[in-house]
């Protein structure tokens, strides 16, 4: 029995995966065709961004049904998040389209610190409030995970090298990872959703991929833009990563799927404490 579920996971797993890479080729096939990918006067990396955002926030409210908020507490919560977001996705389009990302305070570019301020103060938040873990413990695992599919996105990185307007130095690393990523966010998904012990384990993992993706990306691009530690590519620096509207990758993407990761490993350790005292047996007076 064990092997034919194992074996169905499997078959499913990689399904979504060639969906996911289908959805990659394309997305790259379309960059690499029409660079300049416009609805209107809006970026269309911008819109599949804001359609994103769209899904999590209705996965949000699908959440909140779970819990056992009253429907006060659950209003109150998902526009509290869906303000949050939509301001900061506004400013960081404003910033970016005000070519902000691009100037420095003293010597200090301001592109780093778009990308790690929110992660500081989305760390302490997330992590302490016992209204998030109980959301996070009415949510299934696998949508954190399966969300992440949007990574495939970072693609484009890999048009702009090809295309000599970013250094491979960064293009390669960021966009591989992204992709990497992306591509098994699915398949992972499909094994938390089993519930068995082994999914908990792809889902950590995965999220610990995603992570080193991030941190390798970051570091690559602030050796090879200009800055205090712009130390590789000096002949073809990575200018255009500052610029709008690339520059809401990393200014908003980045520290948002970072702490999409954060939730979804706190929900895996919270899953897997409450499995393990689920199995500890009651110790009566006589024993």
């Known amino acids: 029995m064990m092997n034919r579920t ?27 065709v ?21 899904v999590i926030l209705y ?22 998040v869906a303000l949050i977001l939509t301001i900061w996705i506004a400013a960081v389009w404003t910033l970016a389209a005000n ?10 570019p301001v ?43 970072g693609g484009m990185f890999l048009v702009y090298w090809i295309r000599s307007a970013i250094p491979g130095a960064f293009a390669l690393p960021a966009g591989i990872g992204d992709v990497a990523t992306g591509l098994l966010a699915l398949p992972a ?19 610990l991929l995603g992570l080193f993706d991030f941190a390798v990306a970051v570091t690559m691009g602030l050796l090879t833009s200009p800055g205090p530690a712009h130390l590789l ?15 809401m990758v990393p200014a908003f993407a980045v520290p948002f799927s970072t702490l999409l990761h954060v939730l979804s490993l706190r ?4 899953a897997r404490t409450a499995v393990a005292l689920a199995k500890e047996e009651p110790v009566g007076i006589g024993a």
Request: one cysteine or more.
């Open 267 to 270: 929900q895996l350790s919270r």
């Open 189 to 207: 998904a499909v094994w938390i959703a089993s519930g068995l012990p082994i999914g908990r384990r792809i889902g950590i993992r995965w999220n």
């Open 233 to 247: 590519a000096r002949a073809h620096p990575n200018t255009l990563i500052a610029t709008f509207p690339t520059a």
């Open 111 to 153: 592109l780093p610190l778009a990308i790690f301020l929110p992660v500081v103060l989305g760390l302490f938040v997330l992590t302490r409030s016992q209204a998030v873990g109980s959301l996070l413990d009415a949510t299934p695992a696998s949508w954190l995970v399966g969300i992440q599919v949007y990574r495939i996105l």
């Open 6 to 32: 194992v074996a169905a996971l499997n078959r499913q797993a990689w399904g979504w995966f060639l969906l996911a890479g289908a959805l990659a080729a394309a997305w790259i096939g379309l960059n690499f």
């Open 99 to 108: 070519g902000v990302f691009q100037k420095a305070i003293g010597k200090v």
């Open 59 to 80: 996965g949000l409210w699908r959440a909140l049904a779970r819990t056992d908020f009253s429907p006060a507490a659950r209003v109150t919560a998902w526009i509290g």
């Open 34 to 54: 029409s660079p300049d990918l416009t609805v209107g006067r809006v970026p269309l990396r911008l819109g599949v961004m804001l359609a994103c955002d769209a």
